[in-house]
Nanobody
Framework: QVQLVESGGGLVQAGGSLRLSCAAS????????MGWFRQAPGKERKFVAT???????YYADSVKGRFTISRDNAKNTVYLQMNSLKPEETAVYYCAAGDFVGRLGLRSNDYDFWGQGTQVIVSS
């Protein structure tokens, strides 16, 4: 069992930056693949970025070059650094953990555990 708690959301102007954190419980954090998803009001949850257990990362095309996902296994934490934010990226951002193998982790159902989400609002 893994419990995830996101933090770092808030209100930022377009072009600004935020760093989201996701703290995980459990001694097996380093063995999990970690992902970030986001869900705007009235829309489906969408993949943002993932970092697997070995540190390999993958990003949605829309955030490549602006967002960076990283993990600190000593702190049981995964981060999402978001730069050059756009108003259309206003959403609730969710952290997720999964022990899948042989997949990139682009789909919500690849993951077994989810945080409660943190709100990001990007004003124009």
């Amino acid at each position: 069992q893994v419990q995830l708690v996101e933090s770092g959301g808030g209100l930022v102007q377009a072009g600004g930056s935020l760093r989201l954190s996701c703290a995980a419980s459990g001694r097996t954090f380093s063995t999990y693949n970690m992902g970030w998803f986001r869900q705007a009001p009235g829309k489906e949850r969408k993949f943002v970025a993932t970092v697997n257990w070995s540190g390999t990362t993958y990003y949605a095309d829309s955030v490549k070059g602006r967002f960076t996902i990283s993990r600190d296994n000593a702190k049981n934490t995964v981060y999402l650094q978001m730069n050059s934010l756009k108003p259309e990226e206003t959403a609730v951002y969710y952290c997720a953990a999964g022990d899948f193998v042989g997949r990139l982790g682009l789909r919500s159902n690849d993951y077994d555990f989810w945080g409660q989400g943190t709100q990001v609002i990007v004003s124009s």
